[in-house]
């Protein structure tokens, strides 16, 4: 049931934005991404989807093509590109992640509100369902596309920064969730900008910078030399109490 990328490639008019991408996520892993702004972390997630070309290479998930199975993948995209002024309440924002199991002239069946309701107790979010979603704060608005990626029943979950413009509140109840989809088995993959102490709780680190500069434990990763072919120069580590 593993996620396997072998030599992915992605090129946009020209620029290279991955080169020969490869590596591999098993059952019950949460693997980080790391690198500098325009390394192709975004890019990478995207391609995983089936979002942007590629130029080549192979994307598996359980021994299959992944776009033949995306209904077993969630997607929590960057803050900056969702529409927080879409007039659309927090309920019915987590209910989207049960369209796909209803019927287009069907209303949500009682199973699929029973698991809109518990994903969204799971992150202590129920008693603002009727909230337009605008009217949140940035941890309690990444809170609900959290417990719409969980309404899903995913088995592949990818974050795009989720830790971005969030309260230290919402970062332990997300770090608890991701705990509890690694003892269900399931992959989750995390791109994050933070070079802090938390990377430690991902199993295995990517550093990439178009194409990848180390794969492996933190240790192995988060090295002077492995920084600074990432970033091209000296980079501060933050502590868990400085980030």
Known sequence: MALEVEDLNVSYRGTTALEKVSFSASPGEMVGVIGPNGAGKSTLVKAILGLVPIGGGIVRFRSRAIKKQLCSVAYVPQRSQIDWDYP???????????????????S???KSRQIVKSAL??????????????ELSGGQQQRV????????????????????GVDKATELIMYDVFDELKQNGKIL??????LGASLTKCDSLLLLNK?????GSFKQ????????IAY?????LLTEEEG
């Open 221 to 228: 990763v988060v090295t002077t030399e492995n920084l600074k």
């Open 108 to 110: 949500p069946s009682p």
């Open 145 to 164: 596309f959290l417990a719409r990626a969980l309404a899903q029943q995913a088995e592949l979950f990818l974050f795009d920064e989720p830790f971005s």
């Open 121 to 134: 107790e799971r992150v202590g979010m129920f008693k603002w369902r009727s909230r337009q979603i605008g």
């Open 88 to 106: 659309i309440t927090v309920w019915n924002v987590v209910m989207m992640a049960r369209t796909m199991h209803t019927k287009w002239w069907q």
């Open 189 to 194: 993959m995390i791109i994050t900008h933070n």
């Open 211 to 215: 194409k990848i500069i180390a794969n």
């Open 232 to 236: 091209g120069g000296t980079v501060l």
